[in-house]
């Protein structure tokens, strides 16, 4: 009796919302079925890992997670574990995700992380909703909001993500990842909460979104490949940095970045590729196109010096650095020293080529002017001029 009457409620429920149309597969899975209360204070963790649970398992062709509009969902430290038996996955976030407020409050055990996705192949991850890693109690303990481990073919769209404990996005070991239309900010002054932090990943694509925070607005870290971004607004924060790179000695490699359409307002940094003394490998292939610059600090860097706590002792290793090509960059800049090209002279800096800068003075009563050693290459048509450079 109680079956049947269960399959009659779900033969009305799948007519009510015109299943067959919108939902070729199953029912999405909303988070209240699985218990949670979506109040801001009752801990929904459980709740979201059941309903997890229950989407990974799904054989069927497009399987969704619903995180419900107009709430607010309290979640520990939750991992989103695969593989999962469908490679068409949905996560539909229109609710909100909030993290604990305090140190007291935040049981994970592993704290380098809030929201974990392991191992998934295939899936999107999208929605109006809002992720608040409720950062500022957190800034000193250092975990990242969201991260991508081992995933590939997945995308990113649309979320707002506000004030993380660390960085906002970090992908790690992940391939063919799509990351569109997002909003990311934190307060200038919230120490290492990078915007989407790229490590040991390839093919990654960053599109049309917004980043302002306290610190790198992207950053790529060795082992990574393959990556555009393409218009994305910066700023406040430091930039888009390739590194640091090569830290205590390590053999770095980053090749075929594409930067491309940006602007960058107010950051304390514009482009850079910074390198630690003593590392080896290298960073090459890199681009950046089209990009505008609205009182940024330091606009284009690079630094193969890169040692911030003194306690280099005049390494002659370096990761070598070279085809890194900068084309239309203009706008203005806060200090004098617009461009600065920082090589180091026994391993250098190769076929760097600038073409149509024009980086002026916010301050209109003075120049730009570029440093430039040991770097090699060719710049035609750049306000300022790079001396070192044919
Ligand atoms: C990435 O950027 C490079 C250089 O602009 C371009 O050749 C390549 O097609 C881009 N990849 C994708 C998938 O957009
Ligand atoms: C450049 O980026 C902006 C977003 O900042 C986007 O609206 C615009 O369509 C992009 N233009 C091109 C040519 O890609
Ligand atoms: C730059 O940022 C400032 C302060 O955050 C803002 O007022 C201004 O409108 C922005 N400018 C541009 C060109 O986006
Ligand atoms: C590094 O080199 C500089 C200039 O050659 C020298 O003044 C300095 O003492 C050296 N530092 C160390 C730690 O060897
Ligand atoms: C580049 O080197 C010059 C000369 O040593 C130095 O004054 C400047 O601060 C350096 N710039 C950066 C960004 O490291």
């Known amino acids: ?30 988070v209240m079925n699985f218990g949670a209360v979506g109040n801001g204070v009752t801990d929904d963790s459980q709740a979201f890992i059941k309903a997890w649970n229950a989407v990974c398992g799904d054989t069927s062709n497009n399987p969704t997670l619903q995180v419900p509009q107009g709430k607010t969902f309290l979640l520990q430290p939750t991992s989103f574990q695969g593989p999962c038996k469908s490679s068409n996955l949905q996560v539909q976030i229109e609710g909100n995700l909030i993290a604990p407020e ?13 929201l974990y996705f392991a191992n998934v ?48 996005i970090s992908l790690d070991n992940c391939q063919d990842a799509t990351l569109s239309n997002l909003h990311i900010s934190a307060p ?44 994305l607004t910066c700023g406040p924060g430091h930039g888009i940095s390739i590194g640091s790179l090569g830290k205590q000695g390590e053999a770095a490699a980053v090749e075929e970045v594409h930067v491309k359409n940006c602007t960058l307002n107010a950051t304390q940094n514009g482009l850079r590729i910074k390198t630690w003394q003593g590392g080896s490998g290298y960073a090459r292939k890199i681009t950046f196109n089209d990009i505008t610059l609205t009182d940024v600090d330091n606009p284009i860097i690079i630094d193969q010096f890169y040692c911030p706590h003194e306690q280099c002792s005049n390494e002659t290793n370096a990761v070598k650095i070279s085809d890194v090509s900068y084309t239309g960059i203009h706008g203005t800049s806060i200090t004098q020293d617009a461009i600065a090209l920082n090589c180091s002279r026994t391993v250098g800096c190769d076929n760097i080529v600038l073409e149509h800068i024009h980086i002026a003075s916010s301050n209109s009563k003075e120049g730009t002017y570029s440093t430039c050693i040991n770097a090699h290459g060719k710049c035609d048509d750049s306000v300022p001029s790079v001396g070192c450079l044919k």
């Open 1 to 30: 009796m109680q079956e049947l009457f269960f399959i009659i409620s779900l033969l009305m429920c799948m007519a009510t919302l015109g299943w067959s149309r919108s939902y070729p597969g199953t029912m999405p899975y909303n």
């Open 102 to 114: 305090g140190p007291s409050s935040w049981k994970g055990k592993d704290r380098r992380s809030w």
């Open 121 to 168: 192949n295939g899936f999107t991850v999208n929605g109006n909703g809002e992720i608040d890693g409720q950062g500022s109690q957190w800034w000193k303990l250092c975990s990242d909001a969201l991260v991508f481990e081992k995933c590939t073919s997945f995308q990113v769209s649309g979320l707002k993500h506000i004030n993380s404990q660390k960085n906002h």
């Open 188 to 231: 200038e002054s919230s120490p290492n909460t990078d915007g989407i932090d790229i490590s040991a990943s390839q093919n990654i694509h960053i599109l049309n979104s917004n980043i302002a925070t306290g610190d790198d607005c992207i950053a790529i870290n060795t082992g990574s490949s393959q990556i555009n971004v393409t218009g």
